[in-house]
């Protein structure tokens, strides 16, 4: 009798999620936002999913934000996890109230996932902590493997190098939560 409520909601939960067969988005979240003209990390539950390739749009509830949806990437694997996504890709303005949207690559209107609604903040803001680990001097490596795809055209190159290996590093540290 006391469970009833507990029950239906969490019935309703599943429903809900049985609705959208793609993966579960874990940043950026509501408590994990993005920085803005920064490069930024994508980051996707790819071991629970019945989607193989999607496509991925970024929207904002405020249409004075962002009308529409506005792709990022036309065509992902899932099986790769974890994306940069460039501040060449993602040219948004710090604003809250964005979502990104996992969709059929030919159907943008079929949407597999939804994130939470986040926020990007302004240039120079820190990236979220994440957990216990400090994200703090890992992540050069493949910060360094980064910078091709585009020919140039970055002013602060450093800085952007900097968040770019910091967001990384809270990556890491977020993938080495899910695996503990
Ligand atoms: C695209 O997806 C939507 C939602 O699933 C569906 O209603 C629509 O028929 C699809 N369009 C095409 C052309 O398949």
């Known amino acids: 009798m006391f469970f009833a409520p507990a029950f239906v909601t969490l019935s309703a939960l599943v429903t809900f999620a049985s609705a959208l067969t793609g993966p579960k988005i874990i940043l950026p979240t509501a408590d994990k936002w993005w920085v803005a003209q920064s490069t930024n990390v994508l980051t996707w539950d790819c071991k629970n999913s019945q989607a193989t390739q999607f496509g991925v749009y970024i929207s904002n509830k405020d249409p004075k934000v962002l009308q529409g949806n506005l792709a990022i990437f036309a065509q992902l694997d899932n099986t790769v996890c974890s994306k940069e996504v460039t501040q060449l890709q993602v040219t948004q303005p710090a604003a809250t109230g964005y979502t990104l949207l996992f969709t059929n690559i030919v159907n ?29 001097g890992t992540g050069t490596a493949a910060g360094s493997s980064s910078s091709g795809g585009s020919s140039g055209g970055n002013n602060g190159a450093s800085s952007h190098k900097s968040s770019l290996g910091y967001g990384l590093a809270a990556v890491g540290a977020l993938v080495g939560l899910i695996a503990a």
């Open 108 to 136: 943008q209107t079929d949407v597999y996932s939804q994130s939470d609604e986040f926020e990007i903040k302004p240039l120079g803001s820190a990236y979220p902590q994440t957990s216990s680990v400090a994200p703090s």
